[in-house]
């Protein structure tokens, strides 16, 4: 029996080649930082998307914005924010997804709500607001 469990999870990572849902990915959300000032408001809103439950990092911030976006679409992170002084300023997180691409600029609790539902609930997000449902199959 014990040997099944990691025949299991070979199985899964094959089949999905690594890329899991959003509610089994090993990192749910990554924040991308524009610029150093803009981290400190990143590892806040880290640190209340871990107390939601949520999985959660926060890039260095070293390299371009365009490289930061493919390196976590190779991660294959599912949803991934872009944080700049805007966003900073307006309480808001640039939101995009690795699988519908940029969803557009939703508040923080509005989007931690949803990532969390979707998370709870085990289905995919197919646009913000709507959630694939579940089939009994």
Do not use: H, Y
Not at 34 to 53: L, N, R
Not at 65 to 81: D, G
């Amino acid at each position: 029996i014990f040997g099944s469990i990691e025949r299991f999870f070979g199985i899964l990572v094959e089949n999905t080649a690594g890329d899991f849902p959003f509610w089994l990915a090993p990192t749910q959300l990554k924040l991308l930082p524009v610029t150093d000032a803009v981290i400190p408001f990143c590892k806040e809103v880290s640190k209340k998307a871990a107390k939601m439950g949520i999985r959660v990092e926060v890039d260095r911030g070293n390299e371009r914005l365009a490289k930061q976006i493919r390196n976590a679409e190779k991660s294959r992170v599912p949803i991934m924010a872009v944080v700049g002084m805007k966003e900073m300023e307006n309480s808001t997180l640039a939101v995009r997804s690795r699988k519908l691409g940029d969803l557009g600029s939703f508040s923080i609790d509005a989007l931690l709500d949803e990532l969390v539902r979707c998370s709870d609930e085990a289905v995919e997000m197919t646009t913000v607001g709507e959630v694939e449902e579940k089939s009994d199959d």
